[in-house]
């Protein structure tokens, strides 16, 4: 189909979409028009400098776009972000996302498959930056913005601040990090007291055990939970449709983390505060009011750091940790506020 074809089927697989109260309905919308939508995208990969597979997808408009780059969090994968595509397409965008190391359809890092592992959180910035470099002969004078999640919010930060300014091919014109894993709860334990038992478990690890990774206390292979239990949103429709994605597809399964990606992450975050102001671009950053993932302190301190006057931090009033998997009510608003702040003149 030609370009205008394909904006008016774009419509019509969008205006189908029913409300997210219909948990049935929405269901099977995802499982029609959604996966129509989705055939259209590309499945790809390359070798990162270390021979890991990395994956990705791309889903491109027929004529010059802007892109939009997602960073998806931890134990996600670019299948979830369908939705999302679909979304940024009927804006006219094209879109790709990536699977990181240890996710998704990319290799996994350690013997055990479900283990969330990862070596050096730098690994996740390299393979991104490398990403990029693939991209950007694709995204050539396009604008394109950049959307992460938790984990992906990290990574993304990272990428802005370490080649942001010398890398200006690949700038993005601005960014919007959702629920940024800047801190993490460490319940039951004070947040001293947790982020010396990861360093220690990580070092006994290394030391006993150090060609087999272990997981973090209480951590284990991926196991659904019931919705009434989760606490990643009140989605109940996005939710089911998270676990059928695992369950028809078994490859995309992560557990919990090990404890040498917690010691990573620990580091991750710590060094993002004093990287802040190096980071160039626009960032609008979405805290989710009822977060029980992430630590809300820590996003305010980054923000208050950063150089670029547009950038902002908003609160999504009664959001669990996954925004974008949110529930119509507080999803809604947050994807308007992020498609209007990429409308903005400075960015």
């Keep these: ?47 990162a400098e270390d021979t890991t597979r990395v994956c990705y997808c791309v889903w491109a408009q027929p004529e ?15 299948e979830k972000y369908k939705e999302v595509a679909l979304e940024w397409a009927a804006q006219g965008y094209s879109i790709a996302i990536i699977d990181h190391r240890g996710q998704g359809f990319s ?30 002969p694709r995204i050539g004078q396009q604008d394109a913005y950049l959307l992460g999640h938790s984990m992906g919010s990290a990574i993304a930060a990272l990428y802005l601040a ?57 951590m284990k292979d991926y196991a659904p939970v019931r919705f009434a239990e989760n606490e990643l949103t009140h989605s109940e429709a996005r939710y089911q449709f998270i676990v059928d994605l695992y369950e028809n597809e078994p490859r995309l399964r992560v557990g919990g983390p090990t404890w040498q990606w917690l010691t990573e992450a620990l580091r991750a975050m710590a060094l993002l505060p004093s990287l802040a102001p190096h980071i160039p671009t626009p960032l609008l950053v979405l805290q989710a009011g009822a977060d029980k993932i992430v630590s809300p ?22 959001s669990q940790h996954e925004v974008l998997m949110e529930s119509d009510s507080i999803r809604q608003p947050a994807v308007q506020l992020i498609q209007d702040y990429f409308q903005q003149p400075w960015a």
Excluded at 107 to 135: K, W
Excluded at 164 to 170: H, N, S
Excluded at 191 to 216: C, H, I, T
Aim: glycine letters at 6%; charged letters at 20%; one cysteine or more.
């Design 1 to 47: 189909m030609d370009a205008g074809e394909l904006k008016q089927q774009i419509t019509h697989w969008l205006q189908a979409r029913p409300s997210d109260t219909d948990t049935k309905a929405w269901l099977q919308w995802s499982q029609r028009e959604l996966a129509e939508f989705w055939q259209l995208a590309e499945h790809l990969e390359f070798k």
């Design 64 to 78: 010059p776009s802007p892109w939009l780059v997602v960073s998806p969090g931890r134990v996600e994968n670019y």
């Design 107 to 136: 290799d996994r890092l350690t013997p055990r498959y479900d283990q969330g592992h990862i070596a050096n959180f730098t690994d996740y910035v390299d393979d991104f930056a490398q990403f990029m470099h693939g991209l950007a």
């Design 162 to 218: 370490e080649h942001g300014q010398r890398e200006p091919a690949f700038a993005f014109k601005a960014a919007a990090l959702c629920a940024p894993m800047l801190g993490i709860h460490t319940d039951p334990w004070p947040e001293p007291v947790g982020k010396a038992v990861v360093r220690m478990g990580a070092w006994l690890n290394r030391k006993l055990a150090p060609n087999k990774p272990s997981y973090f206390i209480g």
């Design 297 to 318: 302190a820590p996003q305010h301190a980054f923000c208050k750091r950063l150089s670029h006057k547009g950038s902002r931090l908003e609160v999504i009033p009664g």
